[in-house]
């Protein structure tokens, strides 16, 4: 049986560089440490990412070997 271990990070949006590159960059980080998104939450849709305002809340799961 696969056993997996989760941790929430808040993804804080700056002014001055594109959410949606943001987002990536982040995503690309975890990663590479073996973690990926879960779920995503917040007040938005993908399709509205241009809107987000503030941040998001990401959380990330990633397998545990034995």
């Given amino acids: ?5 989760y941790k929430t990070h808040y993804l804080k949006l ?10 990536m960059d982040s995503l690309n980080q ?13 007040d938005f849709s993908l399709r509205t990412i241009a809107s987000w305002n503030g941040g998001i809340n990401l959380l990330l799961e ?3 070997t034995d």
């Fill in 1 to 5: 049986m696969k056993k997996y271990e």
């Fill in 14 to 23: 700056e002014t001055g560089q594109s959410k949606e590159e943001q987002l």
């Fill in 30 to 42: 975890f990663g590479s440490d073996g973690w990926r998104v879960n779920r995503i939450y917040g």
């Fill in 62 to 64: 990633r397998e545990i």
